[in-house]
């Protein structure tokens, strides 16, 4: 990470370039452009550039400049995350992804956790569980204890790559898992969902576990996609959770 001043200088142009103020493909402005517009010196301006490059915005050929990179189809899981943290939108066919993502990574996680679950997570869940029924109308707290219970199952099931993917996943669960609780009745009936997975998990019984987790994936991406219209191409994400179409 580079100097406050490079941070803040990568953050504005990581955002121009998001929202297309920097078009893909097209050539960022030079060092001295930038250093003038920022107000800053090149050596900030050189470090920004070096952290678009590492994050997957940008990519620099000697002697031509700095070209925005095609981020969104070709970058990093980080990369996508940064874009929809920014824009807070989404298009039909990344969600689709990101769904099937879900329902391949967990229930394997769920079968897997099934086996080497311990009595503190059995506790953690329990409680975690405990606090969701006690907040079914704080679209906030509903949020965290859902991210914070698929997490500690995740964690229980010992992928350390699934757990790190999933750790990445975190700001596009997190607006999901948003939206999906303002849908109204969501709340209760994923409660209910989850306490299946738990009881599969007390008796240690991989395949229940399984079809627990599966169930309740299912659930979430019907309840999703009956709250959004088949005409809608790009889903915009609001900070209620809620969402609003673009066609």
């Known amino acids: 990470m580079g100097s406050g001043l490079s941070s803040k200088i990568f953050d504005k142009i990581?955002?121009?370039?998001i929202n297309g103020v920097y078009p893909v493909g097209s050539k960022l402005p030079t060092e001295r452009e930038l250093a003038v517009k920022h107000m800053a010196s090149r050596f900030a301006v050189r470090e920004a550039i070096a952290m678009l490059s590492q994050n997957g915005f940008t990519e620099t050929h000697p002697q031509s400049g700095t070209f925005i990179k095609d981020?969104?189809?070709?970058?990093?899981?980080d990369a996508l995350v940064q874009s929809l943290c920014v824009r807070r939108v989404i298009d039909r066919q990344t969600l689709n992804s990101l769904l099937k993502f879900r329902f391949v990574t967990e229930t394997d996680a769920a079968k897997e956790a099934a086996s080497r679950i311990t009595t503190e997570d059995i506790n953690y869940l329990t409680a975690n569980l405990k606090k969701k029924e006690e907040n079914l109308t704080n679209f906030t707290v509903l949020t965290e204890c859902d991210y914070d219970f698929h997490f500690r199952i995740i964690t229980a099931s010992a992928n350390v790559i699934s757990k790190l993917t999933f750790q990445s996943f975190k700001p596009i669960y997190s607006f999901f898992a948003a939206f999906f609780y303002s849908i109204p009745g969501s709340p209760k009936a994923s409660l209910e969902l989850n306490l299946k997975l738990l009881v599969a998990l007390k008796r240690k019984d991989s395949q229940a576990s399984y079809e627990a987790m599966a169930d309740i994936l299912?659930?979430?991406e019907r309840k999703v996609y009956e709250s959004i219209d088949e005409k809608e191409n790009l889903i915009i994400l609001n900070h209620d959770g809620t969402n609003s179409p673009m066609v």
């Open 14 to 17: 990581r955002k121009d370039i």
């Open 71 to 77: 981020f969104y189809n070709e970058g990093s899981l």
């Open 218 to 220: 299912k659930h979430a």
